[in-house]
Structures are given as structure tokens and as C-alpha cells.
């Protein structure tokens, strides 16, 4: 590497155009994130030279919780040369993996947002790559990637399914219940993931404890899908998170699968957003899971991104 350069820490709020001047996904949540702490600026390194920008690394926590749990923001100047990129991104990385991520209970799961098309981008792919070979030295492991899905109020609702009628959950043990039947059979890696270890009561319960019970929209928007007979057959959850109205979660339970019910129940998510005035709906999938990734998009949700996860195993008893 012929190049020197520093790694600190950001400066302050007067350092955002800084910190921004790598274009990426997040660029325009910084300073509300930092505003609001769910962004730290211990928690955020530049590599800089002659103050010039040549990578940075950011992670990101809900509000008020003490630990990170998302590692979102890792950039190198495309202008560097490959073993600029690595020299740079490995300091990076090192600093943060030793002040922070290396001291928490449970490390940060690594997010990179990037566009639909990122491997017929030879800047983008060659970064990411970059970024993904330096994780996995320091023992990180591919998750999965997935597609970051939206809906447009301009896209047209689709027709209701006759076979269906829904209503609101009766309490959080229904919640837990079908959640927890609904994991039987699932292609969804970070719920695989989390069964090879655990119950599936118990992924159900930290999922509810850690992401559906922190919003803040109504949870009349939880709908559950019934058939002709009166019993459930799946359900889905609309919400609000920090960012984006959003389908959190949208689920057929194991015996009912086949039988078209995604698309009706997905209507009724979105039908309920919609209603409520989202500007626009958010949404994700993993890339193998094709059965839902076709479904929303027979809903008229459209792929704008793609995500990638990597995690740091943890060491298990």
C-alpha cells in the first residue's frame, strides 16, 4: 500500500458530507441516525488521506439499546486499487472489530444494501467482494442474500381471495402460536439458522420480543387469514419500522401451503398499508426463496435492491 492514511473516528454531525461522499444505500439516514442514536460516532471509522475519504465503516442499533446490532456500512474509494481497497478495508475493519465488535456477547450482523443489479456493476462487484473476502479472513460466514422489494401506491391492489376473510389477532399467544407453526418448513436461512440451535417456540418468541413488539403502528394491522371453515391458515404483518411502512412478516401455515393462499393474504397486507397511506411499502425475501419472491411479485412489488448477511458465528455450549 502506497498510500497513508489515518482511521478515526467521525468528527461530529459537521462531518456528514464527509462521511457521505462514498454514494451508498444509507447515505440519506446518517444524520437522523445519529440524531435520534441509533448511530454512535464511536461506533463509526473513516480511513482518511490529505483529507480525502478512502473507506468507512459505521454500525447501527435500534434506539436505546446499548449494544450494535447491525454492522450496515462498509465502503472503499473505487478509485484505489485492489490491494489499496484490501490495505484500507482490512484497517477498518481491524479497528472496529477491536474497539467494538469484538467485545460484544453478539457480534453485529454484517448488511450491505446494493443495487438490483450489483454484479454487472464492475465497481460495485469488485468492492463487495473486496469487503466480503476481508469478512470472511476474520471468520465471518455467508448468510444469505436477499431482495428488497416495494410497492407503489400507482401499482394496482390486487383482486381480494373469495376463499379468505381476516381479522385482527385475539392476543400476543395467538401471535406466538401461528408464528411458531408457521416456522415448520421454512426456506427462510436466518430462521433455519436460528432452528439448528433452538425451539421453534423459542425463535418465535425472540422474533416477537426483538421486532414485532418494537413497533410502534397498531397491531389491528396484524391480520390473520381464515378459511371457509373459521381456522387460521396464515396471517401477515403490516407495520411501520424507523423507516418505511413495511410487510414484516406474511406466512401460510404448513398444512394450507400450495393452495394460492400467499397471494390473497399478501393483497390483505398490503390493502391495509395502503389504506393507511403509505407513501410506499417496503419488503424483503431471501434470493432462494422463490415462492414468496414470485408472490410479491404477482403483488406488484417490484425489486429496487439486494441484500447481503454475513455473521460472525457464535461459539455455542
Known amino acids: 500500500m502506497s498510500i497513508a492514511f489515518d482511521i478515526r473516528h467521525l468528527g461530529g454531525t459537521h462531518e456528514i458530507e464527509l462521511f457521505n461522499r ?4 444509507l447515505n440519506d439516514e446518517i444524520a437522523d441516525d445519529l440524531e435520534l442514536g441509533r448511530r454512535r460516532l464511536e461506533w463509526t471509522w473513516l480511513a482518511i488521506h490529505e483529507g480525502h475519504l478512502l473507506g ?32 484500507v478495508g482490512a484497517a477498518l475493519l481491524g479497528a472496529a472489530r477491536g474497539e467494538v465488535i469484538a467485545g460484544q456477547a453478539t457480534p453485529p450482523e454484517f448488511a450491505r444494501y446494493l443495487p438490483a443489479d450489483w454484479r454487472d456493476r464492475p465497481a460495485e462487484r469488485r468492492a463487495t467482494e473486496t469487503i466480503m473476502a476481508l469478512l470472511e479472513a476474520s471468520g465471518a460466514r455467508f448468510v444469505v442474500e436477499r431482495l428488497r422489494l416495494e410497492w407503489e401506491p400507482t401499482t394496482r391492489i390486487p383482486a381480494v381471495d373469495r376463499r379468505l376473510s381476516f381479522r385482527a ?38 422474533q416477537f420480543d426483538e421486532e414485532f413488539a418494537q ?10 387469514a381464515l378459511d371457509s ?6 396471517f401477515v404483518f403490516p407495520a411501520r419500522n424507523s ?42 425475501t431471501d434470493v432462494g426463496n422463490v415462492p414468496m419472491a414470485n408472490a410479491f411479485a404477482r403483488a406488484g412489488y417490484d425489486t429496487f435492491q439486494r441484500l447481503i448477511n454475513m455473521e460472525w458465528p457464535l461459539a455455542r455450549p
Open 243 to 284: 423507516y418505511h411502512h413495511i410487510i414484516a412478516y406474511v406466512g401460510v401455515l404448513p398444512e394450507y401451503r400450495g393452495n394460492g393462499y400467499i397471494d390473497g393474504i399478501l393483497t390483505e397486507g398490503t390493502r391495509v398499508l395502503a389504506e393507511a397511506d403509505a407513501p410506499h411499502i417496503r419488503a424483503s
Open 215 to 224: 413497533y410502534l403502528t397498531p397491531r389491528q394491522w396484524w391480520r390473520v
Open 22 to 25: 462514498i454514494p451508498y444505500a
Open 56 to 87: 468507512r465503516l459505521a454500525l447501527w442499533s435500534p434506539k436505546g439499546a446499548t449494544d450494535a446490532t447491525q454492522f450496515d456500512i462498509f465502503d472503499l474509494d473505487d478509485a484505489l486499487s485492489d490491494d489499496e481497497q484490501r490495505a
Open 169 to 206: 389477532f385475539e392476543d400476543e399467544h395467538e401471535v406466538l402460536d401461528l408464528t411458531t407453526r408457521a416456522l415448520t418448513g421454512t426456506l427462510d436461512a436466518h430462521s433455519r439458522g436460528e432452528l439448528s440451535h433452538r425451539s421453534p417456540r423459542e425463535v418465535a418468541l425472540t
Open 229 to 234: 371453515a373459521g381456522g387460521a391458515v396464515g
